[in-house]
C-alpha cells in the first residue's frame, strides 16, 4: 500500500475539501461546483475503504475500472496544478484527521442513496467539527421526490415513469462559468494512485478506458445514430461483433456507475436527439432510451425506500420457494457450461469482459432462477463480482424482476425459453460464436440446439436441464408458494 503523510496537502488558506465517491468527474460535479463557489482552495480527496473494497460483493473488474477513472480523474487534476489525494481507510476517521491536519472548513459530497452509504454519510458529519455539504447529484430526480399523492413512494414503474416525466429535470452546470474556477483546486503534494496490486486485486480482464473524454465520446457515438434504433438494436444481440460489445446500446453504465458521466448531461443530450429526430419512430426510439435512466431511477427509489430489498424478496409471497442448492448447477452457469449456447455465451462474455447486453443479462438471470432454480440472489452476487457497472440497486431490480419476486417484477409464469430467445436475439449465431468457439462451426440451423444433431461438437457439454421440465418445475415452486402466502 502506498504510503501518505499526513502533511502531503500544501494549503495556504482554510481550504475546504471535495470528497469523491460516485462522481469520478470534474465537469458538471454539483458539489464539487458548489465547493470551487465558494472560493476557498479545494482538496479532491478519494478514500479507499476497505470494508468496501475486502466486501465479497466487490471483485477485480470494478475495482480495476474504478482505478481507472480514479488514474484520469488525477491526470485532470494534475493539468489544473492539483492532485487526487488518496487516504485508506474509514471515513469515519480518515475525515476527522485530514480536517484536523489540513484545518479544512467544509466538507462537500455528492449524496449516494445506498442505505450503507447513507449510514456512513450521517455518522462522518456526526465526527466531524465542520459543516457537511450534500448535493443531489447522481440523479435527474431525487428519492422522495417521485412520490404518490399521498407522499407514498410509487412500486410500479409505469406509474413512477409517468409521474417522472412531469418532473422538471435540472440542467448541467454551465462549463463556462467551471473553467476558471478550477484554478482554485489546491495544490497537493500526492505520490500517485496505489496500483490494483497494491489494493490487493488481480485481473485479466481489460477494462474500457474510464476517463470523461471515452464517456463523451460513447455518448456521442450512440446519439449520431443507435440511439434512433435503440428500440431494436438494444435486443441484436450478435449486431457487429467486431465493432463493438452492444451496437445497439450506449455502453455507458459503467460511466454513470461511477459518475464518470453526468446523467444531466446525457438526459440534455437525449432531449436535444429527440428534437433532431427525423420521424416518430426515431423519436420513439429516444424515448425508449430515456425510460432507461428512468428504470435506474426508480430502482434507485426502491433500495432507497425499502432497504430490506438488498436481501430479502421485495414479494414476501415469494419466501416460501423451494429453492434448490445445486452447487454443480450454480458453478456450470457461472462458467458458461449449462448445454445451452446463448446463456454460455453470455455468461462467458461477463468472465471475459466484465459487461453483457441487458438482453442477455434477462436471459441468464431467467435461466438461473427458472431454468436451474437456483436463487435470484446466487445470481445477483456473481454479477456484482463480476460487472464493472455493478450497482446494488440496479443489479438487484433486475434479479428480482427475473426471478419475479421484485416489486414490478414479470409475472412468473412468464419463463424465457433460452432456445427461442437465442432464435430471435442472435438468428446467425454471431454473439454465440464469439463467445463460445467450441460452436464455431455449428452452422446457424444448429447453433441454438447443438445437441439435436446427435453429435455435440468437442468440449461442449449437454444442456444442464430440459427446458420443458424445468419450466414445469419452476411453475409448481412458485405458484406453490403464492398459495402458502398469496401475493
Ligand atoms: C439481472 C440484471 C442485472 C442488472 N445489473 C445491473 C447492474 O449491476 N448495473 C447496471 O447499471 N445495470 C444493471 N442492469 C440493467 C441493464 O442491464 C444495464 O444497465 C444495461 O445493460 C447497461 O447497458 P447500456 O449502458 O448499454 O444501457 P442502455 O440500454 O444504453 O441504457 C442507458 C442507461 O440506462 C440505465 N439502465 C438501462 N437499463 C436499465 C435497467 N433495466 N435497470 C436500471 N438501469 C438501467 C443504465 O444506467 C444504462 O447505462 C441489470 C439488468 C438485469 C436484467
Given at each position: 500500500m502506498t504510503p501518505h503523510r499526513a502533511d502531503d496537502a500544501t494549503i495556504n488558506a482554510r481550504p475546504v475539501i471535495h470528497w469523491f465517491r460516485r462522481d469520478l468527474r470534474l465537469t458538471d460535479n454539483l458539489a464539487l461546483a458548489a465547493a470551487l463557489e465558494t472560493g476557498a482552495p479545494v482538496i479532491p480527496l478519494f478514500i479507499f475503504d476497505p470494508a468496501i473494497l475486502h466486501s465479497k460483493r466487490v471483485g477485480a473488474p470494478r475495482v480495476a475500472f474504478m482505478r481507472s477513472a480514479l488514474a484520469s480523474l488525477d491526470a485532470s487534476l494534475r493539468r489544473h496544478g492539483s492532485a487526487l489525494l488518496v487516504r485508506h481507510g474509514d471515513p469515519r476517521r480518515v475525515l476527522p484527521a485530514l480536517v484536523e491536519a489540513t484545518g479544512a472548513q467544509g466538507l462537500y459530497f455528492n449524496r449516494d442513496y445506498s442505505p450503507f452509504a447513507r449510514r456512513r454519510d450521517a455518522e462522518v458529519a456526526r465526527a466531524l467539527p465542520i459543516p457537511t455539504h450534500s448535493f443531489d447529484d447522481m440523479l435527474l430526480v431525487p428519492p422522495g421526490e417521485a412520490t404518490k399523492s399521498d407522499g407514498d413512494p410509487y412500486t410500479v414503474f409505469t406509474a413512477f415513469q409517468r409521474k417522472w416525466l412531469t418532473i422538471p429535470k435540472p440542467c448541467p452546470v454551465a462549463p463556462a462559468s467551471q473553467s476558471g474556477a478550477f484554478d482554485r483546486l489546491a495544490s497537493v503534494d500526492s505520490p500517485g494512485l496505489p496500483t490494483l496490486a497494491d489494493l490487493g486485486f488481480d485481473t485479466a480482464i481489460e477494462t474500457p478506458d474510464a476517463s470523461e473524454d471515452s464517456a463523451h465520446q460513447l455518448l456521442a457515438r450512440f446519439l449520431s445514430?443507435?440511439?434512433?434504433?435503440?428500440?431494436?438494436?438494444?435486443?441484436?444481440?450478435?449486431?457487429?461483433?467486431?465493432?463493438?460489445?452492444?451496437?445497439?446500446?450506449?455502453?455507458?453504465?459503467?460511466?454513470?456507475?461511477?459518475?464518470?458521466?453526468?446523467?444531466?448531461?446525457?438526459?440534455?443530450?437525449?432531449?436535444?436527439?429527440?428534437?433532431?429526430?427525423?420521424?416518430?419512430?426515431?423519436?420513439?426510439?429516444?424515448?425508449?432510451?430515456?425510460?432507461?435512466?428512468?428504470?435506474?431511477?426508480?430502482?434507485?427509489?426502491?433500495?432507497?425506500?425499502?432497504?430490506?430489498?438488498?436481501?430479502?424478496?421485495?414479494?414476501?409471497?415469494?419466501?416460501?420457494?423451494?429453492?434448490?442448492?445445486?452447487?454443480?448447477?450454480?458453478?456450470?452457469?457461472?462458467?458458461?457450461?449449462?448445454?445451452?449456447?446463448?446463456?454460455?455465451?453470455?455468461?462467458?462474455?461477463?468472465?471475459?469482459?466484465?459487461?453483457?447486453?441487458n438482453r442477455a443479462r434477462m436471459i441468464v438471470a431467467s435461466f438461473l432462477t427458472k431454468d436451474l432454480l437456483i436463487d435470484w440472489r446466487e445470481g445477483e452476487l456473481h454479477f456484482m463480482q463480476h460487472l464493472i457497472d455493478g450497482d446494488l440497486a440496479a443489479n438487484n431490480g433486475g434479479w428480482q424482476w427475473a426471478a419475479g419476486t421484485g416489486t414490478d417484477a414479470q409475472p412468473y409464469f412468464r419463463i424465457f425459453n433460452p432456445i427461442l430467445q437465442g432464435q430471435r436475439f442472435d438468428p446467425e449465431g454471431v454473439y454465440i460464436r464469439r463467445w463460445v468457439p467450441e460452436l464455431g462451426d455449428v452452422p446457424a440451423t444448429q447453433v441454438h440446439t447443438p445437441w439435436a444433431s446427435g453429435h455435440l461438437p468437442a468440449g461442449y457439454p449437454p444442456p444442464v436441464v430440459a427446458h420443458a421440465f424445468a419450466r414445469e418445475r419452476a411453475l409448481a415452486a412458485f405458484a406453490a408458494a403464492r398459495e402458502r402466502r398469496p401475493a
Open positions: 445514430g443507435p440511439i434512433y434504433e435503440y428500440d431494436s438494436g438494444r435486443n441484436r444481440l450478435g449486431a457487429d461483433p467486431d465493432r463493438d460489445p452492444t451496437p445497439g446500446s450506449s455502453f455507458l453504465s459503467p460511466y454513470f456507475r461511477f459518475g464518470i458521466l453526468s446523467i444531466r448531461e446525457a438526459y440534455e443530450a437525449a432531449q436535444a436527439a429527440h428534437g433532431q429526430a427525423g420521424d416518430a419512430r426515431a423519436r420513439k426510439a429516444v424515448e425508449t432510451w430515456i425510460s432507461e435512466l428512468a428504470w435506474r431511477e426508480f430502482y434507485t427509489h426502491i433500495l432507497f425506500h425499502f432497504p430490506q430489498v438488498k436481501t430479502g424478496n421485495f414479494r414476501r409471497a415469494y419466501d416460501s420457494v423451494p429453492w434448490r442448492r445445486a452447487p454443480a448447477d450454480l458453478q456450470a452457469w457461472q462458467e458458461g457450461r449449462t448445454g445451452y449456447p446463448v446463456v454460455d455465451a453470455a455468461m462467458r462474455q461477463l468472465a471475459q469482459t466484465g459487461w453483457m447486453p
